[in-house]
């Protein structure tokens, strides 16, 4: 079945920097676009960044020049880096995939931003 296991959260200070990563299995990696997601208690999940199957990138807004998602296909890895950690970058951060309408959601990884 389908597996996603988030690591490399933790606590940071402000102007810190993390890397997240995402290590997935039961399905072909390759051929599916990756996606991280984060959320606060209280509000609704929120998109961050795409890594596209073909290499494309997304970012919402707030984290263009800051945050930047790669993946490693050979290691069926996806991978958030997060510099220049700011408070409001504080949350649960998520990887996910999805086809067939389907969505898949690992358990998340802890991010805080706090001095």
């Known amino acids: 079945q389908v597996q996603l296991v988030e690591s490399g959260g933790g606590l940071v200070q402000p102007g810190g920097s993390l890397r997240l990563s995402c290590a997935a299995s039961?399905?072909?990696?390759?051929?599916?676009?990756m996606y991280w997601y984060r959320q606060v208690p209280g509000k609704e999940r929120e998109w961050v960044a795409t890594?596209?199957?073909?290499?494309?990138?997304h970012y919402e807004d707030s984290v263009k020049g800051r945050f930047s998602i790669s993946r490693d296909n050979a290691k069926n890895t996806v991978y958030l880096q997060m510099n220049s950690l700011q408070p409001e970058d504080t949350a649960m951060y998520y990887c996910?995939?999805?086809?067939?309408?389907?969505?898949?959601w690992g358990q998340g990884t802890q991010v805080t931003v706090s001095s």
């Open positions: 996910g995939t999805a086809w067939n309408q389907e969505s898949y």
């Open positions: 890594k596209g199957r073909a290499g494309s990138t």
């Open positions: 039961g399905f072909t990696f390759s051929m599916y676009d």
